[in-house]
């Protein structure tokens, strides 16, 4: 066999062999569950936000907006990639909240996104005093 | 699903980045084994495609990354966010276009004037040509190595077939019949091999990832499949045409063939234009039914 042959028999195999070693990855990320869930009503302001995926993945962007206003949320992006993220919240006021999220599969880069709207009730009008 | 900017825009620039990487590889393969029959001024001028090729697909890398970080918040400004673009080259698709750009050096290094053993450029086509395949839906697969490494071969072959075409065409358009004849008869009898490969290797994987005959028209994915696999059906027929009818004709010193040989060369070019664009689109927008 010629020298070329064989140099080039040898670095096919290394770089198809150096292939393996790229490890297994899932298709593309799905959000599973979030907390507060899509559409959820609920009577308190959530204190953290969590969604919830089929894989790990890295939370880029998450912006929560009420009424056309950005809220400001603190978001690590050098957190380390997992199945699921938790975002602290400020105290938020009673209204209807958009949420917009992308994430990144660190497998493949791929970006996956979404949005959905929680409300928190305004509460109840407290009970009248009753004197006795 | 909706198919927006930012969709139009990755498809774009990896399509753009698959021809440029398969283009640079494939022509420095076919400078390798065509070595003996291609005359210095033809041989500079196809290693000017090799370099221009390169630095596109470098360049077409680094766009990659900057379109996935602006597509996170769909906001043209986080094109250039720092922690966006840190986030993006940490994933696998910022390990394979480092590998891409390094097997590219090395293949453009291999080539040099200087020249060193043909197999150090062979091994940074094939490093370069193979990247692609270090990210995609098979990682999905269980397991996974099997059709990780068909995707290689599927890759490299590709790039033997598809960066010919261009070297082709500068030696038809410059070369004499008789080199001509001796090139296009030379690739000829690799490709039929090649093209053997190429095929074998996509249509396991199309079993592999589509889980089923019916999801060649019952998913979004197959059918984009089926439009690949049409175009490069017409592919084929060029190139069947090339070796069965042109080089026959260019081996018995019909000059005519020439023009025929370019016009066909040129058709294959859009062929696989087209083709990239569809593997573009085909490995970016959806999911394989198989995995779903």
Not at chain 1, 16 to 38: E, I, Q, W, Y
Not at chain 2, 94 to 112: C, K, P, Q
Request: with cysteine; glycine share 8%; hydrophobic share 55%.
């Amino acid at each position: 066999m010629s020298g070329f042959r064989l140099g080039g028999l040898t670095c096919g195999a290394l770089a198809l062999g150096a292939l393996m070693l790229a490890g297994p990855a899932d298709a593309h990320a799905k959000l599973r569950s979030s907390v507060p869930a899509a559409d959820a009503e609920l009577a308190a302001a959530p204190q953290i936000l969590t969604l919830t995926f089929n894989e790990n993945v890295r939370l880029a962007v998450l912006t929560l907006s009420t009424a056309g206003k950005d809220i400001p949320v603190a978001l690590d992006r050098n957190a380390a990639a997992a199945p699921q993220v938790s975002v602290p919240l400020p105290p938020l006021a009673p209204g209807k909240y958009q949420v917009q999220w992308s994430a990144l599969s660190p497998d493949d880069g791929h970006v996956v996104k979404g949005s959905y709207s929680f409300t928190i009730s305004t509460p109840a009008a407290s009970a009248p005093a009753t004197s006795h | 699903m909706s198919f927006g900017v930012w969709d139009a825009a990755g498809v774009a620039v990896k399509a753009i980045a698959y021809a440029a990487t398969l283009g640079a590889s494939g022509a420095v393969l076919f400078l390798t084994y065509s070595h003996s029959l291609i005359a210095g001024s033809e041989r500079v001028r196809i290693l000017r495609q090799v370099r221009r090729s390169s630095v596109i697909a470098v360049i077409a890398g680094g766009v990659q990354i900057m379109v996935t970080a602006g597509s996170m918040s769909g906001n043209a400004a986080d094109l250039v966010s720092p922690p966006l673009l840190s986030m993006v080259s940490q994933t696998g698709l910022g390990r394979a276009i480092v590998i891409r750009a390094a097997g590219l050096l090395f293949a453009n290094f291999g080539t040099s004037p200087q020249r060193r053993p043909a197999w150090f450029a062979a091994a940074g086509a094939v490093a370069a040509a193979t990247s692609f395949a270090w990210v995609g839906h098979t990682h999905s697969l269980a397991p996974y190595w099997p059709p990780i490494l068909l995707v290689g071969i599927h890759l490299c072959a590709a790039a033997f077939w598809l960066g010919a075409l261009a070297p082709l065409l500068t030696i038809s358009q410059t070369g004499d019949l008789a080199v001509v004849a001796a090139t296009a008869a030379r690739f000829g009898a690799a490709a039929q091999y090649v093209v053997g490969v190429l095929i074998a290797a996509g249509l396991v994987l199309l079993w592999l990832l589509l889980g089923g005959l019916s999801q060649l028209w019952m998913s979004a994915y197959g059918r984009c499949l089926g439009l690949k696999l049409a175009l490069v059906a017409g592919l084929l027929s060029c190139a069947a045409f090339n070796k069965l009818r042109l080089t026959p004709r260019l081996t018995a010193g019909d000059s005519a063939a020439i023009h025929s040989l370019r016009a066909s060369i040129r058709l294959e070019m859009s062929l696989a234009a087209l083709i990239l664009v569809v593997t573009a689109a085909l490995t970016t927008l959806n999911g394989p039914p198989a995995l779903e």
